[in-house]
């Protein structure tokens, strides 16, 4: 028994590894910038690994040498619209990608607010190189996707919208094509701008973080919510809605599992917090935090644009890493500039008899809006994707800095290391996914 409590606790941790993209160790580099198509590509000991890294409806292919920190660039292939996030099957041979024409502000200037194009499409993955064929049919989608992912034994895929807030489910068909929309018995409670869905470990309790949205000069503040739901064979259930402080100043956006203790990571857009939420026995959630940190090194001096993105776990559980972005600009002499703000990986150290992260690092992206990265599953990478380009003061006048794909080496005590980056050419489009795959 004992030994094979420890083989279904490994093969968990393999699953978490899967649908988080990524993981981390130690080593140094020489920092540098370089052209992603130079560095000579090499297999890890770990098997391969490849990044995607989608730029408007272009998604590209990189091979990643885990052990030199380098990219390769080998192909691309291209949507029918946006690329908003993208999915990984458990068995490493499927990737479901959602995509969309509709989006934030910030896209090309003649895309539609809500879009009027939706859909999810699969894929093969090759086994070999990585290269990734369209299969099946693809699946309409009612309104901008914002989240994917697949449940834990890939028999369905879950779907999260921001406007309106929704979830959707899709079964899996046996041969890994897209099924038919799973009919709920009931009106789920969606709350407010949804921005990320994940499926507990368990395969028994789907979180829906609904983020809210701050207050404007004409509107007040939508409260944020944790929303809980049991979960069977792709049907949901209403359970619980953690909100704190009815929800106001909790404008959820992202969270991630520890592998191995009832502890759930979760990240604060606005209030550049990380908080953290005890699982309990009934299948919920804590309904305060546990423990709530800034992830800022000046939480007492926030530039406009200033907010808090993704969150991705080390596969040990010792450590947590968060999103600082920051984009806000102003003009100057007729050309938007960069305001400030710190643009910053943040790195906690995780107490693990009691959940409380101690925050030891903010290491710099070197780039301007960092809303992605990733870790490799072996977890000795980290990967950034920086996604806009912005022009930036200086002394003497005024420098763009491009997007860019920069690489971090992560150390045994968690910390980074930068090592290079590769700069791409976005134009007015964004490096908007991004995500690490390991090969079957």
Known sequence: MKNDRQKIRGAM??????????????????SQSTSASNPTSKTSAQGKIELYAAVGAELTRYD????????????????????????????????????????????????????????????????????????????????????????????????????PSGLTVHRVNPDGTIGSLVEQRSALDVGIYGHQVRVDPSNKMVILATRGNGPTPTKPEDPGALKIFSYNDGLLTNRISIAPGGGFNFQVRHLDFHPSRPWIFVSLERQNKL??????????????PLFSK??????????????????????????????????????????PVFVGGENSIAVFA??????????????????????????????????????????????????TVPASLALFRVH?????EFVRKYDLNVGSRNLFWMGMVPLP
Request: net charge neutral.
């Open 350 to 399: 995780i107490n693990q008899e009691t959940g409380e992260p101690t925050r030891i690092q903010n290491m710099d992206t070197h780039g301007i809006h960092v809303r992605t990265f990733a870790l490799d599953p072996s977890g000795r990478i980290l990967i950034a994707g920086n996604m806009m380009e912005l022009a930036v003061r200086e002394k003497d006048g005024v420098k």
């Open 13 to 30: 941790l393999s699953l978490l590894a899967l649908v988080g993209f990524g993981l981390l160790a130690p080593g140094a580099g020489k």
């Open 294 to 335: 800034d992830t800022l090194m000046d939480p007492a001096n926030v530039r406009p644009g200033q907010a808090l993105g993704t969150i991705h776990m080390h596969p040990s559980g010792r450590f947590v890493y968060l999103a600082n972005r920051a984009s806000g600009s102003e003009d100057f002499k007729g050309t």
């Open 64 to 163: 990643v040498d885990v052990d030199g920190a380098t990219l390769v660039k080998r192909g691309s292939i291209t949507l029918p619209a946006n690329v908003q996030e993208a999915a990984l099957h458990p068995s490493r041979r499927y990737f479901y990608v959602a995509w969309s024409n509709g989006g934030p502000s910030n896209l090309p200037p003649n895309t539609v607010a809500k879009g009027d194009q939706h859909g999810l499409t699969a894929f093969q993955i090759d086994p070999a190189s990585g290269a990734l064929t369209p299969y099946g049919n693809p699946a309409a989608l009612p309104s901008r996707p914002i989240h994917v992912t697949t449940d834990i034994p890939g028999t369905h895929v879950l779907t999260a919208y921001n406007d």
């Open 275 to 288: 908080q953290v939420y005890q699982k309990l026995d009934d299948g919920t959630l804590s309904k305060a």
């Open 412 to 416: 045994a005590d968690g910390k980074l």
